[in-house]
DNA sequence: TATGAATGAGTCTTCATTCAT
DNA sequence: AATGAATGAAGACTCATTCAT
């Protein structure tokens, strides 16, 4: 009854439309979270009348997948977004202490961003599914550096996994500042260790 | 003017019906998420009249926290009931993969509920604090089952905190089937060696 | 997050469609009182869905306040509304006898609106605000009439209010037939002399 | 179908009982207001459970108006409970200030009891009642104390009532403050001249 | 008599979605 | 294509009243 009435917009005004949408509504999302955000607001930030957030979506959670597809992996993954460049050739000692400490930094720009976001992983399939893309393609990358790096065992992906992983809850450990009475530089320590063992 | 009217029960029929409301609330928070669990859903269930949810509990969040903080630890970190004699004297190896299959089979059985729960362990800082308190406990436990085999290192809070890391997201890529492209039996692998190290 | 989203109208049909709620509230509140008429009965007879009543009002409470800064003073203080020339270079005793029978008339008209209005005057501080400066603007009024008769003397104002309040009570004496004992046509030439006293 | 339930209590334990939640009653609406006391409150506040209230009450209404009856004619009327030997043979000058000073310091004490009895005063009928019977009692007995210090006319009745709407209309403009620009004193003067003339 | 647990209809308010213009 | 007014179902919460004990 309706589902082939969404726009797919080919004109350029059109395409700034959806997309004023689509930002005003991860904006949103990201800041107070997907139940708490309702399409009034997503409409009146993005500029445009409430009725037309329905001729580009189906419904609002339409909204949240293709805002996720587009801006998702900046706050899933923001290292995604890092040029190989970034490692040029250090050990490996000094790449994993960089990757971290960008890790955290980038986190600490996004905290509610990535919080809201994971909230939505565990909750709604289709976030999850796009969120797993992410990993993977992060994966691959950072499969890539280690290998630029002549860093090269078998089972490489399962390996960048791990410690994909490792620095993943460390970082959300600092950055959240879950447990007080961790010492963190140990905890640094304990994960470079144990990925460099990994890789070895 | 009626905040502190919540009645703390202590007649028996009383504490009956705060359970089974505690009870009913868990249930359907865990299969649909808080968001989509309503009040009337939750009494209906716990076969009591909609008013009475309200003698027991401040509002609606005030169920999802108490019945976390009642049941909340056995879906969060499953493992912290059970007991140190399913570990005793063991070699490593074997005890660490002893306690994936468990904690493996264990998410397995609250699948959604744990999907449900860390949703909201993502997006509402009181139920992380929980979450987090049922962490420390786990890692606490943990590292009581080291020592008594023997395993004892420098910065152990840190280690066994990492280890339970490594294991949590181990045992979310099995459940969840994430990746398929992942060898799981070689991660499995990795992990074990990895915490073997740790530890070491 | 929404306080003032409130919409202004500027369209006719917005500004048509607040203009039947407050409507529809005032009468509703007059005839019932405010604890006793509910959002969906004011919607109902301004014809609107219950929806659209919190786009141009904040609360229940809202409409009350709005409707009585649109429509209030006819009630409170009929008189307001009446033309100096109703009064026009006739003796003070005649003024004040025709004064006095515009004022009961009036009363009679909107007897329970003024019941149920002056009960929130009575409990609620915005309503009493509102009242109040009707009650100003009545006196201002009198004084004007009486000025325009040749009729000043020191003191004005207060003399006025006190001229005021004897009519008001004598008003609400007859309409609300209040004490059976109670002889009225002696009550009001005991007022219109008390009054020509004052003012003499 | 239990109406006539209501117990009419004769033991001295039933009549405390009844006296308490009266009490309890009276003194909650005047401080909130009649639609913001519950009958939870009214209970607790009385030392008893929510259940008797409606073996001694017929429904939350009924404690109104029978507190009214037993408690309402002293904020009412504060006066009534004023024995005549405080006037006792002055001149009517003195007398009158000595009561339009009483009053407001009656007034000033159980200022918020007034204003939300008056508020129901307007709104119930059966309120009404009761309020208008304290005012025809406090104009008998003025009559009274006036016939005693030798003060008497036609018409006393009216004249009295008069009077006493005159030094209640003061009394509360000075209590509530209502209008600013008003000098009290000046107001008092024309109050007492004006009942001193009505009353020759 | 008394308790206080329980009821459930009723109330305000929100919001995704639709529709007239 | 766009607006923004309007819809109405749904949800959280309250409270006078009843009832099992």
Redesign the interface.
């Known amino acids: 009854m309706g589902n082939s009435d969404i726009r797919k917009p080919v004109q350029k005004r059109s395409i700034e439309t959806k997309e004023k949408i689509l930002k005003a509504g991860f904006e949103l999302i990201c800041e107070k979270?997907y139940?708490n955000t309702n399409t009034?607001e997503i409409a009146k930030l993005a500029n445009v009348s409430t009725g037309i957030v329905y001729q580009y979506f189906k419904d609002k959670h339409d909204i949240l997948i293709e805002s996720l597809q587009t801006y998702g992996s900046s706050v899933f993954y923001p290292m995604i977004k890092i040029s190989e460049k970034d490692f040029e050739k250090y050990d490996l000692d000094t790449i994993l202490r960089n990757m971290i400490n960008k890790f955290i930094k980038n986190h600490k720009i996004s905290h509610s961003a990535h919080?809201?976001l994971?909230?939505?992983?565990?909750?709604d399939d289709e976030v999850?599914e796009i969120y797993?893309s992410s990993?993977?393609e992060m994966t691959d990358k950072l499969t890539k550096i280690f290998s630029d790096n002549d860093i090269v065992t078998e089972?490489m992906?399962?390996?960048v996994?791990?410690a994909v992983?490792?620095i993943d809850?460390?970082c959300h450990?600092v950055v959240?500042h879950?447990?007080s009475?961790?010492?963190y530089d140990?905890?640094i320590d304990?994960?470079v260790?144990?990925i460099k063992?990994?890789l070895k």
């Open positions: 979270g139940y009034a919080k809201e994971m909230a939505m992983v565990h909750s999850a797993h990993e993977i089972n992906k399962e390996k996994h791990v992983n490792l809850d460390l450990e959240y879950k447990h009475s961790m010492n140990v905890m304990i994960v260790d144990c063992n990994i």
